[in-house]
């Protein structure tokens, strides 16, 4: 049976075997404090960007068999500490209502703490988003409240970095 060439085609061989662009080393604050993970940012073709994150030690960690999902979002600004009240607001350069900001990503999915998933992403260019940060938050993302989907506290940050 012949392959349809879709965009996975040219995504899965990028996230097996290249370095990605750039990275968010996540940690956890106060409120999480075993909670760490990678975020990583992959130049991709169709004019995007390709996000793959791998979060462990979220909070419904201790609860077996939970499935819980959990706000993440580009912020502003790149300073995670004091922890993390000046990360600013989402990442929105055009100044759109939450849930278009640029900065608006796809939640994660805690598996009783662990979270992976990878999506393609046109809404920034890569360089844009150097200096910036990763944000976890503790709710999910309502996708409708304004100014930040009713997603509650910051409970991990970490800055996205270039790669060498
Ligand atoms: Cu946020
Ligand atoms: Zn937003």
């Known amino acids: 049976m012949p392959q349809s060439p879709t965009p996975r085609l040219a995504f899965l061989p990028l996230l097996e075997n290249n370095s990605p662009q750039a990275t968010a080393w996540v940690r956890g604050g106060a409120s999480a404090p075993n909670l760490s993970g990678l975020v990583k940012f992959y130049d991709a073709p169709y004019g995007g960007v390709l996000i793959e994150a791998e979060i462990f030690g979220l909070p419904n960690k201790n609860v077996p068999d939970s499935t819980t999902f959990y706000a993440m979002h580009i912020h502003q600004e790149g300073d995670c500490s004091d922890n993390f009240t000046k990360t600013g607001n989402h990442y929105n350069p055009t100044m759109q209502p939450h849930p278009?900001?640029?900065?608006?990503?796809?939640?994660?999915?805690?598996?009783?703490?662990?979270?992976?998933?990878?999506?393609?992403?046109?809404?920034?260019?890569?360089?844009?988003?150097?200096?910036?940060?990763?944000?976890?938050?503790?709710?999910?993302?309502?996708?409708?409240?304004?100014?930040?989907?009713?997603?509650?506290?910051?409970?991990?940050?970490?800055?996205?970095?270039?790669?060498?």
């Open 100 to 164: 278009n900001h640029e900065g608006d990503l796809l939640p994660l999915f805690g598996n009783s703490g662990y979270a992976w998933g990878a999506f393609f992403d046109r809404r920034f260019r890569l360089q844009d988003i150097i200096g910036r940060s990763v944000v976890i938050h503790a709710k999910p993302d309502d996708f409708t409240t304004q100014p930040s989907g009713d997603s509650g506290a910051k409970i991990a940050c970490g800055v996205i970095v270039e790669t060498e």
